[in-house]
């Protein structure tokens, strides 16, 4: 078995049979072990952990087709972890013709941008997303990385928020200057405390009505990288909660039917973290963050 770099990137090539890694141990001096079965790995290592006089090489048999990732190749540093090959008995999966299977579409004027969210081939959904004085934001995700619960996001419009303490500091310095210049209509000394709480509390209700609508926010489901984000438009908006619905049954049964177990579910997850990142979709201190979660999940039982 060995390494090749070919045009699709690195590969495994499967060669001649490994040597006896046993026999080679015993003609240095050392104490060799073979595993060849998952279930006979503790019982292995106690063997090897309880030898305390000479060195101890343990030769664990894997299915060179079993992707063993991530792993660190010889002479390298954990800076130079690989986190997936292309093993060269992979076959590459076939082009087929784009099939739209739905579209939603959503804008804000406030924000400054329309977004478009399309499903396609029952499984793939690709969001486009063009602000104002900015290029097509385009990507596609699989969605079986979504998390299928989505994490509410308030925005706070800040220039709306500033010209609202404004009026109400105007207001309250105008009835302040009336009550003392002794001009009318200043019945008594409440009447600018009164005229100040209303015109505070019809502001707050103006902009509690017209700021900007909260934001959900979906996370990949192991990694925690912000994914795709939707504008909240509430209960009453029929498309948007049918399409909220679509994604969260999509989620699942992608799940269900492209990955078998939770540690095929990781390694996936980890690749699609690392295609999102070259392509600019996620930043790299983001994927340095999603990639420690996840490989925290590949090792916890």
Request: charged letters at 25%.
């Amino acid at each position: 078995m060995g390494w090749d770099v070919g045009p699709t990137g690195l590969k495994v090539v499967l060669g001649a049979e490994v040597p006896d890694l046993v026999k080679l141990a015993d003609a240095m001096g050392c104490v060799g072990y073979r595993c060849e079965r998952a279930e006979d790995v503790d019982q292995t290592l106690d063997k090897a952990f309880a030898v305390g006089d000479a060195a101890v090489l343990v030769d664990f048999r894997v299915d060179p087709t079993e992707k063993v990732f991530p792993f660190v190749p010889a002479g390298g540093s954990n800076d130079d972890v690989i986190e997936h090959v292309l093993l060269a008995t992979d076959e590459e999966p076939e082009a087929r013709p784009r099939t739209t299977d739905y579209k939603f579409r959503q804008s804000s004027r406030s924000k400054g941008y329309r977004a478009t969210y399309e499903i396609f081939n029952d499984h793939y959904l690709e969001v486009r997303i063009r602000r104002i004085h900015a290029k097509l934001r385009r990507y596609i995700i699989d969605p079986a990385f979504l998390a299928t619960e989505p994490v509410p996001r308030i925005t706070i419009d800040w220039p709306a928020l500033t010209a609202a303490l404004a009026a109400t500091v105007a207001t309250a310095l105008l009835m302040t200057y009336l009550h003392y210049a002794g001009r009318p209509p200043v019945p008594t000394p409440w009447f600018p405390v009164a005229i100040v709480t209303g015109t505070a509390a019809g502001v707050v209700g103006l902009f509690g009505r017209y700021r900007p609508p909260d934001k959900l926010v979906f996370h990949s489901q192991h990694g925690g990288a912000p994914l795709l984000e939707l504008i909240n438009r509430g209960r009453g908006n029929n498309e948007f909660q049918s399409f909220l619905q679509d994604i969260t049954e999509r989620t699942r049964r992608a799940r269900a039917q492209h990955y078998g177990n939770d540690r095929d579910l990781l390694g996936a997850e980890l690749r699609e973290h690392r295609r999102l990142k070259e392509e600019a979709v996620i930043s790299e201190d983001r994927y340095e963050a999603a990639r420690s979660r996840i490989l925290h999940c590949h090792g916890t039982p």
